[in-house]
């Protein structure tokens, strides 16, 4: 499917511009840069730990990934791209 292809790219060149580091895991910022692109937001779900992931679909052929880690300076390293 080529617009999905199209709303993937759209999708990781907003998560990217996000930064990788943040003083709490930015669910928001991530739903924003989804809905932008045409996707579906993430399912609500209560995100602890010093570290983890999620896979998640958000189109018919796309799904999210999602990893955090809480480094020693209290800040969550954040990466998340669709595919």
């Avoid at 669910?27 to 809905?35: M, N, P, V």
């Avoid at 399912?43 to 809480?70: L, N």
Wanted: charged share 20%; aromatic share 10%; with cysteine.
């Amino acid at each position: 499917m080529q617009n999905e292809a199209k709303a993937r790219t759209v999708a990781n060149r907003l998560l990217a511009k996000l930064a990788n580091y943040h003083q709490f895991i930015p669910t928001t910022e991530i739903d924003a840069a989804l809905t932008a692109a045409g996707f579906n937001a993430m399912e609500d779900a209560i995100y602890c730990g010093r570290e983890g992931s999620v896979h998640e679909q958000v189109g018919d052929k796309t799904w999210i990934s999602m990893t955090w880690y809480k480094m020693e300076s209290g800040m969550y390293e954040i990466v998340a791209y669709v595919s």
